[in-house]
């Protein structure tokens, strides 16, 4: 298994704000996922992020709307910006330890007013 | 393109009875894994079980059990004796083997075990 944290785990945000999402891992990973689950949803990828190199965003997410960074192999930001209330969303960071599973972290509840 | 489809929005079931959730996918894949998640109201997703395409044996963990048939892209998921730690939401999954590593997810199915 995986430890990750995740902070904010909770926040509360006014619109047009941006929000940083932390994800720490206790041990060094190749790659990092961030994920999305608006309320009643699924999860849905926004992008992969791996060390070193510029994050791969899926159809329908983009750099200037979801800043990623990755600076080292166990730490990674995902940035919600000029938030909307239709960013009010889980977010969470995965990572895979063994090939074909992933661990989440508990994910950050965002919720835009 | 994968798609992962979950056609039960909800079930309910007493507790110590057995339920079995469905899931049908899609891919034109022929080496992929298939993944049973669990979420439960602290939000954090947990990893139920793991089947490999590869693999014609049914994966079982403890008191979760798959019906893999690959032919007919369906990958059920058996939950004996269910407890009230059971209640969740359980969400399908699946991910090509090589290339790509994301996880493509179906809508899932709330689970409630009533008492």
């Known amino acids: 298994s995986a430890v990750i944290s995740q902070k904010p785990s909770r926040d509360i945000c006014q619109r047009g704000t941006s929000l940083t999402i932390q994800c720490q891992v206790d041990s060094q990973v190749t790659m990092m996922f961030w994920y999305r689950q608006q309320p009643g949803q699924s999860l849905t990828l926004i992008a992969t992020a791996n060390q070193g190199s510029e994050a791969t965003y899926e159809s329908g997410f983009v750099i200037d709307k979801f800043p990623i960074s990755r600076p080292n192999l166990t730490f990674s930001t995902l940035t919600v910006s000029n938030m909307s209330p239709e960013d009010s969303s889980i977010y969470l960071c995965?990572?895979?330890?063994?090939?074909?599973?992933?661990?989440f972290g508990e994910g950050s509840r965002l919720t835009v007013l | 393109a994968q798609t992962v489809t979950q056609s039960q929005p909800e079930m309910s079931v007493q507790e110590a009875e057995t339920v079995t959730l469905s899931c049908t996918y899609d891919?034109?894949?022929?080496?992929?894994?298939l993944f049973w998640y669990k979420q439960p109201p602290s939000r954090q997703m947990i990893l139920v079980i793991r089947?490999?395409?590869?693999?014609?044996q049914n994966a079982t963990e403890n008191r979760f059990s798959v019906n893999f048939q690959k032919a007919a892209k369906s990958f059920s998921l058996k939950i004996s004796d269910s407890q009230l730690g059971d209640t969740a939401m359980y969400f399908c999954?699946?991910?090509?083997?090589?290339?790509?590593?994301?996880?493509?997810f179906g809508q899932g199915t709330r689970l409630t075990i009533n008492p």
């Open positions: 089947q490999e395409a590869y693999k014609q």
């Open positions: 891919t034109s894949e022929s080496n992929y894994y």
């Open positions: 999954a699946s991910r090509m083997a090589q290339g790509a590593q994301k996880l493509v």
């Open positions: 995965s990572v895979e330890r063994v090939p074909g599973e992933l661990f």
